[in-house]
Structures are given as structure tokens and as C-alpha cells.
């Protein structure tokens, strides 16, 4: 009950996460998609960054990549 009360601000707002294609960033970058906000998703490795945004967007979220 109380991680839906603490993620329902998060619904509609954009978020930028660095390092976003692996460990806790990869991590993040998931449950804020899951919580409903655009995520922005940053990384030096084009390859896994396109993937993990592909992902995010297949699995309901909303995620735009940059390198």
C-alpha cells in the first residue's frame, strides 16, 4: 500500500536516468516506467540502450533514449 502511495506522483512526469543500461540504473529506469512516468534513459552503449528502451516501450512504459 505504501509503494502505491509514493509512485502515484510519479504518473505523467519525466524522468532522466544516467548509466540507465545496467545495475541499479537499469533497475530505476524499470520501476519508474512501471510507476507511469516518461523515462529518459541515458548510456554510453548505444546497443543495450536501444534495447532497454525497446523493452520499457513493449512492456507498457513510456522511454526515449539517449547516448
Not at 18 to 47: H, P
Amino acid at each position: 500500500m505504501c509503494y502505491v502511495r509514493a509512485v502515484i506522483w510519479l504518473q505523467d512526469k519525466v524522468v532522466l536516468v544516467t548509466g540507465a543500461t545496467g545495475g541499479i540504473g537499469q533497475a530505476l529506469a524499470g520501476e519508474f516506467a512501471r510507476a507511469g512516468a516518461m523515462v529518459i534513459v541515458c548510456s554510453r552503449n548505444e546497443d543495450k540502450l536501444q534495447a532497454l528502451a525497446q523493452k520499457l516501450n513493449n512492456n507498457g512504459g513510456q522511454a526515449l533514449a539517449f547516448r
